[in-house]
């Protein structure tokens, strides 16, 4: 069974920085592509970052430079630093497991994180 359990969120001011983590079982975790998702409420769900195997980035818009996804390939799990934070950075975050560049096949309970201005 896949289990994709992720932890971090809460509450922190404007200007603040969380760090969440994302810890994957019942998958080879070294061979799936992860990825951040997020969704506003109210709004449709967005990309914050994916990364490769190898350790590949790409970022959704303007979030690169504040966001940073990273692995650990030894401990099957993702994180995602975020700095900086804004209010409209407010969502539910969601952890991805892919088989397939994008296909994000299994997909985290996720953890909120609201920003307060």
């Known amino acids: 069974q896949v289990q994709l359990v992720e932890s971090g969120g809460g509450l922190v001011q404007s200007g603040g920085s969380l760090r969440l983590s994302c810890a994957a079982s019942?998958?080879?975790?070294?061979?799936?592509?992860m990825a951040w998702h997020r969704q506003a409420p109210g709004q449709q769900r967005e990309l914050v970052a994916r990364?490769?195997?190898?350790?590949?980035?790409t970022y959704g818009t303007s979030l690169e430079g504040r966001f940073t996804i990273s692995r650990d390939n030894t401990k099957n799990m993702v994180f995602l630093q975020m700095n900086n934070l804004k209010p409209d950075d407010t969502a539910v975050y969601y952890c991805?497991?892919?088989?397939?560049?994008?296909?994000?096949?299994?997909w985290g309970q996720g953890t909120q994180v609201t920003v307060s201005s």
């Open positions: 991805t497991a892919s088989a397939h560049w994008e296909s994000d096949d299994f």
């Open positions: 990364i490769s195997q190898s350790g590949s980035t």
């Open positions: 019942g998958i080879i975790f070294r061979i799936y592509y």
